[in-house]
């Protein structure tokens, strides 16, 4: 099946396709997230992707997850010792809920991905920023609901 530029197939349906770990049996799994609403299931053990929470990505894995999705991709760069950041994660909860199936939401916790955190540039957390088709679109900087809000808009309008 061709793919139009803007992701969608001959029929018009939006196709957002992602590489995602299984949370439970670590297998890589290849799905659309426009299936999102439908639960998708691994196909290694069957039990379900959560579609519509932030999902944790290594950084072996931000390669793939993050910079060849079809989607636009929320990034929140994080540590478990930081207080800003448990400001952020319900936003981030919020924001995966209410864009499941157009969003993929992720977090990196800095102190396990250190090439990612230099690679992007994370000076401080936590860092936010919005991903699409592999490069960076904006970044929001401390805890900023109103700019993460709008960038979203932007990104999955
Ligand atoms: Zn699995």
């Known amino acids: 099946m061709s793919v ?3 992701h969608t197939v001959s029929d018009g349906t939006p196709r957002f396709p992602v590489t995602l770990r299984c949370g439970f049996c670590l ?3 290849r799905i659309d997230l426009v299936r999102a609403e439908s639960r998708p299931r691994c196909g290694e053990c ?6 519509d929470r932030p999902v944790k990505v290594q950084e072996e894995d931000f390669e793939r997850t993050v910079l060849q999705a079809g989607s636009p991709v929320l990034v929140d760069f994080y540590a478990d010792w930081c207080a800003p950041c448990k400001m952020v994660a319900p936003l981030m909860d919020e924001m995966a809920h209410e864009h499941t199936g157009r969003l993929l939401v992720v977090k990196v916790d800095t102190d396990q991905a250190p090439g990612i955190a230099q690679r992007f540039q994370i000076r401080s957390i936590p860092t ?3 991903f699409v088709d ?3 679109v904006e970044r929001s900087l401390g805890f900023e609901p109103e ?3 709008r960038l979203v808009e932007e990104g999955v309008a």
């Open 4 to 6: 139009t530029k803007d």
């Open 27 to 29: 297998t890589l799994n």
């Open 46 to 51: 069957a039990k379900p992707m959560l579609l």
């Open 128 to 130: 936010v920023i919005l």
């Open 134 to 136: 592999g490069l960076e």
């Open 147 to 149: 700019r993460v809000r």
